[in-house]
């Protein structure tokens, strides 16, 4: 059984083409600017037989078009990697296109097999600097770096995800090392960057807890662009989602 | 020059169609921008609508004179700019009575503009001439008012013209108005004895049909066009078959009358003359552009109250485009794509109502460029071709008014507006009496034995309540349909269809997300009925959760399959005129408001007097899963249940169907091929622009499931608080600049 926070029937934005995003229960990491903040806690969720999904995901393969399928999400989907890897080998075997959207800090014998059944790995690395990483998400970046390296050893399509806080995760010189830190990873064939957005913090006021990058404003289109160019220069594509 | 088939022998378009067209498998790299004169042109009818806006929606009216098929003088937007001619009066945007649907109507509708019928009209028709409206209250019953006062039948065409008839206006160019006069005197001398009431009826009708076919002759005189004969070019071809719309829109005002399926019949004669080099692209573009701008301006008469049910004073110039043959080949021309491309050279509009009828099969360059043109106008809904081909048995159709099947030439249609599913519930629960004026509407539905309500007590009664509705409704078609046809008989249009073609008779029903979310809540929750001292309904208290229709869940969805099932089975057994065919609707247009309004509170939870969800759509808030499970949701509706059509109301924000214009095409595509696919009838598509969230913030029931994306968060935009609307609406056109 997993256990799931919500589905979305359409995602346009987790991978390619349209897919039906599953978003898990429970997170690891604890990111200051988390926009879905009530996928954090391990406890809630509703619980969905694999044989359920697959079925919801062949009702839905109609849309998929040539490139969609399933995308897990969260919540941080590899705490629940076990369970998943039957998810995956099922989807499979119907010929259905998996993905998975992780903060690559969970590199167990159980994350490594389902792996093998993943077509595509959203990687999100929150920030290159340790200690800021920490500052950001409670946690440092070592074992998200680590999984980096383990997705280019055994060549794994992956695109990597960045959310742009200004003030927080977009410093040039941070991005620059970034960049550098990917160089020589052939299997990215993406990076996308994420701009910041409020639009999770009324669920912050409803679980009772402090919002706190309050002061913190979207990024203006410039910011983006820089970022953007910076990236250019080390991984292939770049796109601001 | 044509290749030769027997349309030579016969009136047989279909096969002149089949033997000419030219598939386009192509992209839109061809096409063109508007001419200098089309700018001008739409520059001087822009002008007009906005004096017409300013001057309270009506810019003129001809109080004197009864519109006609050649009642009123030639008039122009400026004569020498035009390449294609014809306004129902002698003025831009004037508008023409048609009394015959109703006296009073007309004279309302002109008071309501600072005028009065003159006195002449309304002599004519106070004292002289019966109208349909007279007819029709001259019969009705006692029953069928009391139905009709308390909006369990609503919107019937009792006081305005039914509309809903297509005319094959094709006909007029292929083979020009004597050939057709002939062959209906033809028919005429088929039509033998023994003279009962039908043979009489319809021996009369021809009669019509031939005067009306003269008359279409005299119009084309008015505007010096010999439409006597066949066109003879492309340029003829355009203006004959507008011609022949013309005629229609100057003697009826029907509530919808569509155009048929004319795009991909005239480029058969714009690509020879491409061929020819007698014309070139630019000017193949400026036939479409002032073809278009010309049904633009079509305008009928109405009174303020029309607004309700159908707001925004449309006409359903609905065309038809695309599709496939029965041999496999597809229909799609580069006429097709020129008919898009007036949404770009003349700007997104509602009118013409364009509608594709798409199918996975079609070539995916023209896909591209109608998911593209969805995108940036929001003006094309699409319909499912392989499912309406298939179970309708014709390649050769077009859509009547919204969203209905209509073959060309060979059937009719009797439109039946609709009658409200949740307000009979509401009667299953009440003993058979209104839930809001307390009067008994229908004997012999038995008292509920508990409070809390009991799915096959409330299921049982909801049948006996649909059976009787379903007897009213019917009786209520046969009078209208009936009075229709002996005092405003659509001569001009019957002359362009085959003598005596199939009937359809399209009801049509409303509030079905509602019943379906209603039975879901007594089957899988606990649904308490509260009661004021009469014993009648004014809420119900829910204890538990239930599933909603819209989630692609088959505990809800069921209910929503099964109920027009049934209700259809009941309208089948029953007689109808000129042995019309029972065909129901999911479509309510815009009256899901007024629906709303005349009824009480239902045992979804939905309070008393919130607006229904339009046509086949879940209700808004409730499908959670995103827009693919509530597509599905939709898509399980039986097209074979519901004939006359299975509405459905999508829309997105171009950021949520992916980042980029390939990806947002490329995902537009893939929801569409999925959708049809799984046999989904219907579909409109929206994707947002700016006036359409503000309007969405007003009016949050018409946008049941509006999705936002902002990187990695999805929301329901009419969930959202005002100030974070306002917050995506300054968002997301600050990230599109």
Known sequence: MLNVHSIESLGTYDGPGIRLVIFLQGCNFKCLYCANPDTIAYEGGKSYAVEELVQMAQRQRPFFGKRGGVTVSGGEPLMQAKELIELFRRLKEEGINTCIDTNGSILTSASKTLLEHTDLVLLDIKHIDGSKHKKLTGVSNERTLAFADYLAGINQSTWIRYVLVPGYSDDPADLHALGRRLTGMNNIEKLEIQPYHKLGVHKYESLGWPYELSGVSANTPEQLNVAKKIFEGYVKEVVVN | MFKSGNWQNAIDVRDFVLKNV??????????????????HLWKICLDAISEERANNGVLAIDNETVSGVASHAAGYIDKDKEIIVGLQTDQLLKRAMKPYGGIAVVEKACQEHGLEVSDRVKDIFRNYAKTHNDGVFDVYTPEIRLFRSLGILTGLPDNYARGRIIGDYRRVALYGVNRLIENKKLDMLGLTGPMNDERIRLREEVAEQIKALGELNKLGEIYGLDLSRPAQNATEAVQWVYMAYLSAVKEQDGAA?????VSSFLDIYIEQDIQMGVISESFAQELIDQFVMKLRMVRHLRMDAYNEIFAG????????????LADGRHKVTKTSFRFLQTLYN??????????????????EGFKKFCAQVSIDTSSIQYENDDLMQCTRNSDDYGIACCVSFQEIGKQIQFFGARTNLAKTLLLAINGGRCELSGKQVIPNIPELKSEVLDFDEVMGNFKLAMREVARVYNDSMNIIHYMHDKYYYEKVQMALVDTNPKVNLAYGAAGLSIVA???SAIRHAKVKVVRDEAGISTDFVIDGEFPCYGNDDDRVDVFATEIPAYFNGLLKELPT???AEPTLSILTITSNVVYGHKTGATPDGRAKGVAFAPGGNPMHGRDKSGAVASLSSVSKI???????????????VPKTLGVDKEQRKENLVSIMDGYFSKDAHHLNVNVLNREMLEDAMEHPENYPQLTIRVSGYAVNFVRLT????????????????
């Open chain 2, 577 to 579: 005129y000129k042995n």
């Open chain 2, 257 to 261: 009358m569509s155009l048929g399926n």
């Open chain 2, 722 to 737: 005002r100030a974070q609307q306002q917050d995506v609406i300054a968002r997301s056109f600050f990230e599109t600049i």
């Open chain 2, 638 to 652: 039986d097209y074979k249940d519901s004939l006359d059509g299975i509405s459905n109301t999508f829309s997105i």
């Open chain 2, 346 to 363: 003349l700007g997104p509009s509602p009118e013409p109502n364009m509608t594709v009828l798409w199918s996975p099969q079609l070539p």
């Open chain 2, 22 to 39: 030219r598939p386009y498998d192509g992209e839109g790299d061809f096409l063109c921008d508007a001419t200098e004169r089309t700018d």
């Open chain 2, 517 to 519: 979310d209603s039975f």
């Open chain 2, 313 to 324: 004073d449309p006409t359903w110039v609905t065309e038809a485009i695309g599709g496939r």
